[in-house]
């Protein structure tokens, strides 16, 4: 817990992120809280809502806001596996506008949240 990699990374697609988004996870039990800065042409083009709509494919909780220097903040909590594939797709070249590079925070998820948000 607590590592953070600002590697940016060329991950999966959409496909990838809503396939068997609730079979046999592994590491279902650990539930962790992925923080991720996301740094490009992410505003104004629909990102928040898109990234909403997988997290919600994957079960997720958290949310998605915009912050004054342009970047997307993206809060998850839940299984390891299912937060890995989110960050995946936000790497995966296939979001609204144009994403530079994802900087990540892994934590012990803090609960206490519900749903999905865009904010």
């Known amino acids: 817990m607590g590592e953070r990699d ?3 990374g060329t991950g999966a697609g959409m ?3 809503d396939a068997n ?3 046999g996870d592994a590491g ?3 539930t962790v809280r992925l923080t991720a800065w996301v740094h490009g042409a ?4 629909g990102f928040r809502w898109w990234t909403r709509s997988r997290a919600l494919e994957l079960e997720l909780v958290g949310s998605a806001a915009n ?5 997307v903040q993206v809060v998850a909590e839940g299984p390891r596996e299912r937060c890995e594939r989110l960050l995946e797709a936000l790497r995966g070249g296939r979001t609204p506008g ?3 590079h994802v900087a990540e925070l892994w934590a012990e998820a803090k609960g206490g949240l519900s749903g999905f948000v865009e904010r």
């Open 67 to 71: 912050l004054s220097d342009g970047r």
């Open 15 to 17: 496909n990838d992120v």
């Open 21 to 23: 988004a609730g079979a």
């Open 28 to 30: 279902a039990c650990d």
């Open 6 to 8: 600002d590697t940016v």
């Open 98 to 100: 144009s994403v530079e």
């Open 42 to 45: 992410v505003q104004g083009v």
